[in-house]
């Protein structure tokens, strides 16, 4: 059974920095890409990066790029999401999921972190 299990979030202000994490068992994590994936109140999702399975092939939304971190432990089945410059609009539940093909089906989602930036 895929566990995915995020950690991390929390309420920071504008500008500010969070590191999420995303603790993997119940599949070889090494063999698979990795993504980050968030949803703002009343928006559906977004897929803002993905790793490939030796972090050799990156990619960032537009909405993240040059902020926002992403990077992989294989040795500790562990995902990374470093956030820097943090804006309101980074307001939302972000999830760690299996996979970087395509957009991650939900059942390879994990339960989600809340990150909330604001004054």
């Known amino acids: 059974e895929v566990q995915l299990v995020e950690s991390g979030g929390g309420l920071v202000q504008p500008g500010g920095s969070l590191r999420l994490s995303c603790a993997a068992s119940?599949?070889?994590?090494?063999?698979?890409?990795m993504s980050w994936i968030r949803q703002a109140p009343g928006k559906g999702p977004e897929w803002i990066s993905r790793i490939s399975t030796g972090s050799g092939l990156i990619w960032y939304a537009d909405s993240v790029k040059g902020r926002f971190t992403i990077s992989r432990d294989n040795a500790k089945n562990m995902l990374y999401l470093q956030m820097n410059s943090l804006k309101p609009e980074d307001t939302a539940v972000y999830y760690c999921?299996?996979?970087?093909?395509?957009?991650?089906?939900?059942?390879?989602w994990g339960q989600g972190t809340q990150v909330t930036v604001s004054s």
């Open positions: 119940g599949f070889t994590f090494s063999s698979y890409g």
């Open positions: 999921a299996k996979g970087s093909l395509g957009m991650p089906s939900r059942e390879n």
